[in-house]
């Protein structure tokens, strides 16, 4: 990826382990931090959240998850005023839940249980990498 | 143990006054809290001040210094930033102290100016309460968060947006009177379920109001008091405090908060008492589904179950265990960093008799304060008794 598709919020650096993640989405090949007793997260991660262990390992994701949560967004801060309104969703894929935007999608066509594929995506003004969905 | 007394208690109007700098605000409250306690200011021995987005609206740092000195007192001073639990979290800290007998007379409050920060400014503030990587970029804003909490609750256990436009109706006809309060206007449910969305399920009228105030208590050991002759005869009996991971997605449920189970256990342990035994509670209801999350982590309610509370009229003032007599973040309004000290300020006056709203609580003995920062993952919980 190009230095200008990544950005921590305002420093215009990478944030390693965020925008490693959200590389391999983009590659197809997105994965989570699966620790020595079976739980997961995601990154950036030292040790595992919920034991404690250092050893971490980058396992594949799930290709689809599903939509456990979401929202309509109308009020909005303003990276994202010319976005509204827009769906932001929690979704799980397999061990992991993640949040990100369901975007090109009509709002109404939004479900709890929708089925989902990882993507990454930008908001209008276009500066910060996220987590996309998108209906599979 | 040393127990701790509330002396003297002191608030602002909250509400929009955008050109109050949070020093002219939290000048203010602690001047009246000095009055009520009628305790000499070189008597504290240390100020403990919450304040959450002080960067981001007055670009100052280092806030604890400053606010000792707003407030007249010539004594250490520490800023707490726990987000919306900020001056919870600096509660916490002087109780304890206290107890310790490490100190006897303590300056705690807090303070926020949000409003000259426009709608827009303020939404992108309280948004940095949440995980920056994973939730601040996906567009999540602060109602959005509760919102994705309220959908979640719907679909695990029911209800709808009229069960939560009942808190906001009950929270605003508490707030008639209370002249602390940012509104002070009654509104019907029909008014909540037609307002603008803000972020669904939640409309204008789900959420608590972006407020300027300050609060500021006059906290004395029971050894203090006697000694000195100070009439406090409110005691914070209890203390406890929980923590959760940071992003709604980690947790093991998207629609309850053991962070306020955690630390009401704790609270209600150290306090000797259960949730029977709460005669009323000042909760955080930063939304309205924030409140019925915190009746079902404080014991009031089964989980599944608190969300009719409020339709059902047994969180009203004539209710069985009245919430939100203040009117809540709801309807008086929630300056961040001030409002777990805030919730204090008025349980102290509704025990003591002299609350716009104490006739409804008139025989209550025990008050509950929940002051939760963020999604919830962090909380304080006090328990406040009359001992005197
Ligand atoms: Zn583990």
């Not at chain 1, 894929?93 to 090109?104: H, K, L």
Request: a negative charge; aromatic letters at 6%.
């Amino acid at each position: 990826m190009s230095d200008e598709s990544s950005h921590s919020a305002g420093t215009g650096v990478r944030d390693d382990g965020y925008d490693d993640l959200l590389d391999a989405v983009e590659d197809g090949s997105g994965y989570y931090l699966e620790c020595a007793n079976g739980h997961g997260s995601v990154p950036p991660r030292r040790v595992c959240p919920d034991c404690g262990t250092d050893d971490l390992t980058e396992t594949p994701l799930p290709e689809s998850g599903e939509i456990e949560t979401y929202t309509v967004t109308h009020v909005a801060t303003p990276s994202f005023s010319e976005d509204t309104p827009y769906v932001t969703a929690i979704a799980r894929f397999g061990a992991v839940r993640v949040t990100g935007q369901i975007r090109n999608i009509d709002p109404d066509n939004v479900e709890e249980g929708l089925p989902v594929e990882l993507t990454t995506a930008r908001s209008e003004a276009g500066t910060e990498r996220f987590l996309g969905f998108r209906p599979r | 143990m040393t127990e701790v007394r509330v002396a003297g208690v002191g608030l602002t109007e909250f509400g929009e006054e955008p050109s109050r700098t949070g020093r002219d605000l939290f000048g203010a409250a602690s001047t009246e809290a000095f009055a009520d306690a009628d305790v000499p200011r070189a008597d504290i021995e240390s100020v403990r001040y919450g304040n959450f987005m002080g960067e981001l609206s007055e670009r100052q740092g280092h806030q604890g210094p400053l606010m000792a000195e707003a407030a007249g007192v010539r004594a250490p001073s520490t800023r707490y930033e726990s987000a919306c639990a900020s001056s919870g979290a600096a509660l916490r800290s002087a109780v304890k102290d206290i107890r310790n007998n490490e100190e006897d007379v303590i300056l705690v409050g807090g303070a926020e100016r949000m409003t000259n920060l426009g709608t827009a400014g303020a939404t992108e503030a309280l948004a940095i309460a949440a995980d920056e990587l994973w939730e601040v970029r996906s567009g999540m804003t602060f109602p959005g968060a509760y919102a994705l909490m309220a959908k979640a609750y719907f679909d695990e256990y029911g209800g709808d947006r009229t069960d939560l436009a009942h808190v906001a109706v009950k929270n605003h006809d508490h707030a008639m009177g209370n002249e602390h309060a940012q509104y002070q206007r009654r509104i019907d449910v029909s008014d909540v379920l037609e307002a603008p969305p803000v972020s669904e399920p939640l409309g204008l009228y789900d959420s608590c109001p972006i407020s300027d105030g300050a609060s500021a208590l006059v906290l004395v050991s029971d050894e203090y008091a006697e000694e000195n002759g100070v009439d406090a005869p409110v005691a914070i009996t209890g203390t406890g405090q929980g923590g959760d991971d940071m992003a709604l997605q980690d947790r093991k449920y998207l629609a309850r908060t053991p962070a306020s189970n955690r630390a009401a256990e704790e609270a209600y342990a150290d306090a000797g008492i259960g949730p029977d035994d709460v005669d009323f509670a000042e909760v955080h209801d930063c939304f309205t589904i924030a409140e019925v999350l915190a009746l079902e982590s404080l014991g009031f309610y089964e989980v599944g179950e608190g969300i009719g509370a409020a339709r059902r009229g047994e969180t009203t003032a004539e209710g069985d265990v009245p919430v939100n007599l203040s009117g809540g973040l709801k309807a008086k309004g929630h300056p961040v960093g001030a409002t777990g000290t805030s919730q204090v300020a008025e349980i102290t006056e509704l025990l003591r008799g002299d609350h716009v709203n104490s006739d409804a609580v008139a025989d209550a003995e025990v008050g509950l304060a929940h002051n939760a920062g963020g999604t919830v993952a962090s909380c304080l919980v006090h328990v406040m008794e009359v001992v005197a």
